[in-house]
Structures are given as structure tokens and as C-alpha cells.
């Protein structure tokens, strides 16, 4: 569940990252004394929000109930900014959002433009939070092109953290990482709680390195957050520091640090009323107990992040509280009601469009039914998340390609806009100076000839740009039928060569029957999980890989080797003679075991299970057993062979009976169906365990 709790973790830093700003130069209008000491007196209750938000609500109350007409719009807006932060850590979000609107109606009616550009980039923390990225990111594009160039250095700054955050939930790193460094160097220039504000930005850099897969470089830049001042150990900050820090100790696998820091974490927002902050943490170490399987602690955390979510009615964190609760009541034998909780989140989800977040649950749910020892339920789960991911693949790749298009356009849109500007200046020119007619025309002339020169460069930038977007969909093509790990096809590239073989299938009957049937061989690496689990994830992406390899090199050219799914892989050999099947598929099961694969210091044997079918099976016409129910044969096949001591492959030979009849009975049970006679299962034997030594 890292991606979706890093969302929600993302979140509370964003609204972090909005007090650290809320006390800087919205205007440039002088002020008078009493405003001044208003100002500080402002900035004096948000640095006590950094250790004590209950007091500091409080007393800003207090001020605020004070205030009238006649008070200074700027420590009216000052008041209001900060009351948006304090109102947010004490899990008071309605009265946040309020806050919100009430300074952009201050800031509107008192035409202050860099006030109403800041409540502008508030409100786009709303959308964020509401899971709508695409209108979040259309409306800070709007936000940018029409920035003001006098424009201050905290509405620079909010913007370029806005785009960061937007692009960080979009899952463009590179954009995000751009963005965030461009915030940090504008902490400079602002003109109160400079090192505050740098802080928070090393803190968000550090969430997009974990998200990014660089635990490391996410420890180091909170080491640098942590030297710059000792503002870093203010409640506030330190909490959301701690909470990061325990995230890139968990993808370190060091959970003792990574559960001390969420405690650590814990115990400061407690002290300091942030009850935001407390959900996030108890969720985290719920997290950090389902990792080293205390389900009863997991269970309790769980439970009290929960009640804390429901009394804030944050739902993001209800549902992730839900997920770890029904994680945890499944480890503890308790496993229809946990995967009442889950199903119940993942149907949420996928209601509400949120089908990543739901992806990412059912593949917990996958792991604990195989955890249960509930296989069956396992897989049709694992099929329900490759469907599921399927459809997310051609989801993204639409929005990739309409998001290309709509960044091409804009800037279009823009060039336009700017040609008609220069049109409307000269027309005005010759309106004014009517009795400077020659030198008008001369000027006219040079001007149409930069134009020209314009827009041949404008033209020559379209025919890169839309050269740049072939390019684009070439990869999407590309990557649309290849496994990006492995290089082998993928299941959307089967299923499309089986949509052609369809039609081929009358032509083909004929050598059918003379013998050459194709053969299909789903195979499934034993014990992957284990790999993954003790060498960790990037020694089973190596695994994968060498797998991969291996099974290219074992059949021939005209064979068909593809990932389909997860560490399932299958083989498609066209016209294959029955007599040499088993041959082949001894050959794959020997060229994958019978060496060790490196990786690092260790060698690993890496054996495999399969299933195997021809196709048409046993004379049976593809009408009535197609492709598709071939499969799911020598899936059964290959299930027998785990559950018969893995490396092995049983192949599914041919109906002893009346196939019309036989047909329903060992397509639902094949293991009945070969103790009852119906059908002639044949057995390969995978390569002996090798002995290795221990490390390298």
C-alpha cells in the first residue's frame, strides 16, 4: 500500500507547506506602526502553531473576533492565511476551506492581485484532495500564463510547489522534482520564515525521492532538512519529517527505525493537538505491524486511526485505516471479515474512479488469500487486478496522448495570441501618428517581415512538435505490446495474435489434423514471492529478467515467449509435433533450473511449474474448446504441479471419453477429471536441486 499511503502522507505535507507561507508580503503598500506590530503579532502566534496548535487557534480567534471594517486589509488577509493552516492541523478541514474562500472574497475586494493569485493556488488543494489532477494541473496552467510579472516571490513560490505536488500525484517525477527545486531557491526572496519554508521544501523533496524509489536520497536530504536550523525540530515540522523519515526506513526493510520514527512522530502531534497528523501516524505504524505480521498490534493501531479519521471525516484515511484493519483481521484467521473491509474499499474506488488506488488494495488482497493458503481465491483475485490493470494501461495511454495534444495546442493558443498583439499594436501606432506615414510604412514593412520570419519559426516548432508526437505514439505502440521489465510480448499482444489466428483456423484445420496442432505452455516460477521477500524487489526484477532470457533461447524462432502477469509466463509454439512437446517442454523447465541465476552475492536456483496443452485439443473443434478454455486447462495443470511439489509440468494429452460429454467435467475439476479416467495427463520433470554455496 506504499503508493496510496504516500498520497495521503503527500497531503498533510502540502497543507503543512501552506502555513509555512501564510505570513509573507501579499502586498507591496506601505504600513503604518499599529499594522506593523499587528503583522508581528500575527507571526508570533503562527510560530507558537509550530509547537502548540490548540493555543495558537486559540488566540488567533481571539484577534480575529476583534477585527473590523476598519482594521488594515493586509492583517485581515494575514489573520485569515494563517487561521487556514491552524483550522487544517486540528483536523477542522470544513473550517479550512472556509477560511480559504473568505480570503480570496478579502483579497477580490480589495483588488489585491498577488492575494488573489495565493487563494487561487489554495483552492487547487481542494481539487488535489479530491482526486481531480487533470482539472488541478488545466487550472494552474491558467494561473501561469496569467501571472502578473511583478508578481512576489510566495506566489512564485506556491505555484511552483502546486505544480510539484500535482505532478508528484500524476506520477511525473521529473516535472515534480523540477518544480519543488524551483520552489527552494525562491525561499530566498521571501520576506518572513524563509528557513521554515526551505524546511518544508527538503521535507516534500524527501516524499518524491521515497516515491521515486531512492530511499537513500530521501534520508540525506532530511538530514540536510535537519542541520539547517533548529526550526526544524518544531513540532510541526519535526512530525512531518519524522513521518517521512520512517517511510524511507520501511522501503530500507530497517523497521525497528522505521516504527520508532512513526512513534516519535506520533507522540508530537498528540502533544500538539495536530490531529491530522496523529491519523496519518497511527495509520503508519498499522502499516509497519502488517509488515512483521503482529496482526493484534496491526489490528489496534488500525482501529485508532479509524475512530481519529471518522472524527475528522478525512475520507482517504478512513478507507486506507479500513484496508490495514481488514489486513489484519485476515492474519489473524479472521478472513471473511477482512475481506468484507477490503472489498468494501475496493468497490469505493472503483466506483469512484479511483481504479489505481483499487489496483494497488486487490494486490494485498491477492497476498492475503495466499497467505490464508486460499490459492484459488488468490488467483481469480490476481486475474481480477491484471484486468484491472489492463484497463488503467489503455486508460493512460488515452490521457497520455490527449495531454501531448493539449500542451501543443496551448501553445499554439499562446503564439496566436501574441501575433494578434504585436497586429493591434501597430494599427494603434498608425492611428497616433498619422503625419509620420513614411516612417509607419517603413515600420510596417520590417515588422511584416519579422512576422514572417516568426511565423516560418513558428511553423518549423509545429513540425518538430508534431514529429515529437509520432514519436510518442510510436512508444505507445511499442510499449503497448512489450513488457517494459523483460522485453517479451505481453498479454495484449497475445490476445491480439489470437484474434487473427482465428480467423485463420479453417485454413489451418487441415495440418491439424495431419499432427502439428499448436502448443500453449503456462509457466509460473516457484517460490517468487520468497525471492522477493528475502533478496528484495530489485533481485526479482533481475530473476524475472534472467527467466525471460532463458525461455527465448530455449525455443525456436517462430515460438511465441510472453510475460503474462506478475511471474507467470507463456509459451506459444504454432505447429508443433505432438511427439517432440514434451521434449520442449522439458527443454524450457531445464534451461531455467539447471544453472543458478547471480544476483549480487548470492546464487539462486530458479525453478518453474507449467501446464500444457494442444490447440485443438484432442479433435475437439476450437467452437466448442477455444483458445481461452485451452488455457484455463493448463492453468489447472500447472496448479496440479504446485500443489504435487512445483518443478514439474503436467500436460494435458487427450480425452479418453466422449468429449461432448467429458468437455464440462474436467474444465471445472481437472484433477477429477484424470483420477476418473476422463482425460491422459503427462508429467516432466523439472532439473535436481543444485547446491550452492551460501554467498559469494
Not at 14 to 39: I, Q, R
Not at 281 to 302: G, M, P, Q, R, W
Not at 649 to 677: C, M, N, Q, T
Request: contains cysteine; proline residues 2%.
Amino acid at each position: 500500500m506504499l503508493n496510496q499511503k504516500l498520497r495521503s502522507i503527500f497531503r498533510f505535507g502540502m497543507y503543512a507547506f501552506l502555513g509555512m507561507l501564510l505570513h509573507g508580503n501579499v502586498a507591496l503598500a506601505a504600513e503604518t506602526a499599529d499594522e506593523a506590530v499587528a503583522k508581528e503579532q500575527i507571526t508570533a502566534i503562527q510560530t507558537l502553531g509550530d509547537s502548540d496548535n490548540t493555543e495558537a487557534l486559540k488566540r488567533l480567534l481571539s484577534i480575529k473576533q476583534k477585527q473590523t471594517s476598519a482594521t488594515p486589509l493586509q492583517v485581515r488577509l494575514d489573520t485569515v492565511k494563517v487561521l487556514v493552516d491552524l483550522y487544517y492541523d486540528a483536523g477542522k478541514i470544513k473550517s479550512s476551506t472556509a477560511a480559504i474562500n473568505e480570503f480570496l472574497t478579502l483579497a477580490t475586494a480589495g483588488n489585491d492581485t498577488n492575494g488573489i493569485a495565493i487563494a487561487q493556488i489554495m483552492a487547487i488543494y481542494q481539487l488535489i484532495d479530491a482526486g481531480k489532477l487533470q482539472e488541478a494541473l488545466n487550472k494552474l496552467n491558467g494561473i501561469n500564463d496569467s501571472l502578473a510579472p511583478t508578481a512576489s516571490a510566495e506566489v512564485k513560490m506556491r505555484l511552483n510547489s502546486a505544480f510539484g505536488s500535482v505532478y508528484f500525484l500524476l506520477g511525473n517525477f521529473d516535472s515534480s522534482l523540477k518544480n519543488f527545486l524551483d520552489a527552494l531557491k525562491l525561499t530566498d526572496d521571501l520576506a518572513t520564515r524563509q528557513l521554515q519554508s526551505r524546511i518544508q521544501r527538503l521535507d516534500a523533496i524527501a516524499k518524491l525521492y521515497i516515491a521515486m524509489k531512492d530511499p537513500m536520497k530521501a534520508l540525506a536530504t532530511i538530514d540536510e532538512a535537519f542541520k539547517i536550523s533548529p526550526l526544524a525540530r518544531a513540532p510541526k515540522t519535526y512530525a512531518s519529517l519524522n513521518i517521512s523519515q520512517g517511510i524511507a526506513y520501511a522501503n530500507l526493510k530497517e523497521n525497528e527505525k522505521s516504527v520508532s520514527a512513526y512513534e516519535n512522530a506520533l507522540k508530537i502531534s498528540q502533544d500538539a493537538g495536530m490531529l491530522t497528523s496523529e491519523v496519518i501516524c497511527l495509520i503508519n505504524i498499522s502499516d509497519h505491524y502488517l509488515i512483521v505480521n503482529d496482526y493484534k498490534k496491526a489490528e489496534d493501531f488500525a482501529r485508532q486511526s479509524l475512530a481519529r479519521a471518522e472524527t475528522l471525516g478525512d475520507k482517504p484515511s478512513i478507507d486506507i485505516a479500513k484496508v490495514n484493519l481488514g489486513l489484519a483481521f485476515a492474519g489473524q484467521g479472521r478472513v471473511a471479515a477482512g475481506v468484507e473491509l477490503v472489498n468494501g474499499v475496493i468497490n469505493a474506488y472503483i466506483a469512484s474512479g479511483q481504479k489505481t488506488d483499487a489496483e494497488g488494495i486487490i494486490g494485498e488482497l491477492a497476498n492475503m488469500y495466499e497467505r490464508a493458503g486460499m490459492y484459488k481465491e488468490a488467483l481469480a483475485t490476481l486475474r481480477q487486478q491484471q484486468k484491472l490493470s489492463d484497463e488503467l494501461f489503455r486508460s493512460d495511454r488515452s490521457k497520455t496522448v490527449a495531454q501531448l495534444q493539449e500542451q501543443f495546442n496551448a501553445k499554439q493558443r499562446q503564439k496566436q495570441i501574441e501575433l494578434l498583439g504585436k497586429e493591434n499594436a501597430l494599427k494603434d501606432a498608425d492611428i497616433r501618428n498619422h503625419h509620420l506615414q513614411q516612417v509607419i510604412t517603413l515600420l510596417g514593412a520590417l515588422v511584416t517581415v519579422m512576422v514572417g520570419i516568426f511565423i516560418f519559426l513558428l511553423y518549423r516548432r509545429v513540425q518538430r512538435a508534431n514529429q515529437e508526437l509520432r514519436e510518442a505514439n510510436t512508444q505507445l505502440e511499442f510499449h503497448a505490446i512489450h513488457d517494459p521489465l523483460t522485453g517479451l510480448y505481453n498479454r495484449r499482444s497475445f490476445v491480439e495474435l489470437m484474434k487473427t489466428r482465428t480467423a485463420q483456423v479453417e485454413a489451418d484445420r487441415r495440418e491439424a489434423r495431419e499432427g502439428n496442432p499448436d502448443c500453449l505452455i503456462l509457466l509460473d516460477i516457484d517460490h517468487f514471492k520468497q525471492i522477493n521477500d528475502t533478496w528484495g524487489h530489485a533481485a526479482g526484477d533481475a530473476v524475472l529478467a534472467q527467466v525471460a532470457q532463458r525461455l527465448r533461447k530455449a525455443v525456436r524462432d517462430t515460438d511465441m515467449v510472453l510475460r503474462w502477469g506478475g511471474e507467470e509466463f507463456l509459451v506459444y509454439s504454432p505447429k508443433s509435433n505432438p511427439s517432440q512437446v514434451a521434449g520442449l517442454v522439458e527443454r524450457v523447465l531445464q534451461s531455467v533450473g539447471e544453472t543458478s541465476i547471480s544476483v549480487g552475492d548470492h546464487d539462486i536456483q530458479v525453478t518453474m511449474t507449467a501446464g500444457f496443452i494442444s490447440l485443438p485439443f484432442s479433435d475437439i473443434p476450437e467452437e466448442d474448446l477455444n483458445w481461452e478454455k485451452a488455457l484455463q486447462i493448463a492453468d489447472m495443470a500447472l496448479y496440479l504441479g504446485k500443489a504435487n511439489g512445483r518443478n514439474r509440468a503436467y500436460g494435458v494429452a487427450k480425452v479418453l471419453v466422449d468429449a461432448a460429454s467429458a468437455l464440462p467435467f474436467f474444465e471445472e475439476d481437472l484433477a477429477a477429471a484424470v483420477s476418473s479416467g476422463i482425460v491422459e495427463l503427462i508429467e516432466v520433470q523439472g532439473p535436481p536441486k543444485l547446491e550452492l554455496p551460501r554467498s559469494k
